[in-house]
T-cell receptor, first 113, second 112 residues
Framework: NAGVTQTPKFRVLKTGQSMTLLCAQDMNHEYMYWYRQDPGMGLRLIHYSVGEGTTAKGEVPDGYNVSRLKKQNFLLGLESAAPSQTSVYFC????????????FGSGTRLTVV | GENVEQHPSTLSVQEGDSAVIKCTYSDSASNYFPWYKQELGKRPQLIID?????GEKKDQRIAVTLNKTAKHFSLHITETQPEDSAVYFCAVGSSNTGKLIFGQGTTLQVKP
């Protein structure tokens, strides 16, 4: 039972490049989330999904897109990376909407140069 | 939307002392208040949570108190140990919004 798995763990991008971060969970959780973590700013919600085929915007959605084609996977895309998107990205999943503890992935450290 | 403020941003205590971290929130509809611990280079992990129908919850050396009227809640760590050193995040959620909003984090250092 792996829990929540994120790939890749590290990535360096050049400004303007695109990439996709993959989050996979094997707990049959309905709800999945993407956060970014920056020093002094805590964890900020980018996008989230309340079920297969659904997505919704969080606090900081600009510059990112997401897809949830399969229940176990939640993809985060950067179409044209910018240095401001340098961050640590965490995926999380939960069993119940809004009032249940998250299980986090191990994170992806992304640097945009 | 929901706004969560966490204080202090850094906290240094001697081993054996107590540590208290406080969070305030703005949305009175919020009903779920977890605390996460994040060690250096690791993922955040849930350490304790409380729901709005409870005023206090304790788990060994960790306790959380909630004041819904004043919209604030606190994490209390007693008899601190060096392994308690980490970044602690509060968060606020509700069944209505479907998401957790996190505080800015508190870096706790426990000096031996």
């Amino acid at each position: 039972n792996a829990g929540v798995t994120q790939t890749p763990k590290f990535r360096v991008l050049k400004t303007g490049q695109s990439m996709t971060l993959l989050c996979a969970q094997d707990m049959n959780h309905e709800y999945m989330y993407w956060y970014r973590q920056d020093p002094g700013m805590g964890l900020r919600l980018i996008h989230y999904s309340v079920g297969e085929g659904t997505t919704a915007k969080g606090e900081v959605p600009d510059g990112y897109n997401v897809s949830r084609l399969k229940k176990q996977n939640f993809l985060l895309g950067l179409e044209s990376a910018a240095p401001s998107q340098t961050s640590v990205y965490f995926c999380a999943s939960s069993y119940r909407l809004g009032d249940y503890g998250y299980t986090f992935g191990s994170g992806t450290r992304l640097t945009v140069v | 939307g929901e706004n969560v403020e966490q204080h202090p941003s850094t906290l240094s205590v001697q081993e054996g002392d107590s540590a208290v971290i406080k969070c305030t929130y703005s949305d009175s509809a919020s009903n779920y208040f977890p605390w996460y611990k994040q060690e250096l280079g690791k993922r955040p992990q849930l350490i304790i949570d409380i729901r709005s129908n409870v005023g206090e919850k304790k788990d060994q050396r960790i306790a959380v108190t909630l004041n819904k009227t004043a919209k604030h809640f606190s994490l209390h760590i007693t008899e601190t140990q060096p392994e308690d050193s980490a970044v602690y995040f509060c968060a606020v959620g509700s069944s209505n919004t479907g998401k957790l909003i996190f505080g800015q984090g508190t870096t706790l250092q426990v000096k031996p």
